[in-house]
């Protein structure tokens, strides 16, 4: 049975831009599952309190269609429509035990709720 190649596309930090502390915890938990060569997966779904939210996966790679976004020594994947969301958007990381975790800093919200975990565009 032979594998069929992914069909995606290379993107750029215009889309989406990882900055020092999100590359260095992301290439961490990489390593940990054993896929250094992996990717963090950003979507954006229906739901939150204010009716868009973050959803976000390690995976192995691109699926079909996905856009491939090399920056700061690690990969995001993003899906064509969470990409019409996130365009422009940082991602970082927090140690904070609160609010700890990823964080996208998304200039297309124009709502965003007060626990930073969803927003409307």
Same mark, same amino acid.
């Given at each position: 049975m032979s594998v069929a190649a992914v069909n995606y596309k290379v993107g750029n930090e215009k889309l989406v831009?990882?900055?020092d502390a999100a590359s260095a915890h992301l290439r961490g938990l990489l390593e *940990?599952? +054993? @896929?250094p060569e992996g990717a963090l @997966? &950003?979507? #954006? &779904?229906?739901?939150? =309190?204010? +009716? /868009?939210?973050y959803k976000m996966d390690l995976v192995d790679g691109p699926r079909? @269609?996905?856009i /491939?976004? $090399?920056? %700061?020594? #690690? %990969? #995001?994947? &993003?899906? $064509?429509k969470s990409a019409l969301f996130v365009s422009?958007?940082?991602l970082d990381w927090s140690d904070d035990l609160q609010?700890?975790?990823? *964080?996208?800093?998304n200039p %297309?919200?124009?709502?965003? =709720?007060? =626990?930073?975990e969803s927003f409307a565009a």
């Amino acid at each position: 049975m032979s594998v069929a190649a992914v069909n995606y596309k290379v993107g750029n930090e215009k889309l989406v831009r990882v900055l020092d502390a999100a590359s260095a915890h992301l290439r961490g938990l990489l390593e *940990k599952q +054993g @896929r250094p060569e992996g990717a963090l @997966r &950003i979507a #954006v &779904i229906g739901g939150g =309190c204010s +009716g /868009l939210q973050y959803k976000m996966d390690l995976v192995d790679g691109p699926r079909d @269609r996905d856009i /491939l976004v $090399p920056s %700061n020594g #690690v %990969n #995001v994947v &993003i899906d $064509p429509k969470s990409a019409l969301f996130v365009s422009g958007s940082e991602l970082d990381w927090s140690d904070d035990l609160q609010q700890g975790g990823f *964080k996208v800093s998304n200039p %297309n919200a124009v709502v965003t =709720c007060s =626990c930073g975990e969803s927003f409307a565009a």
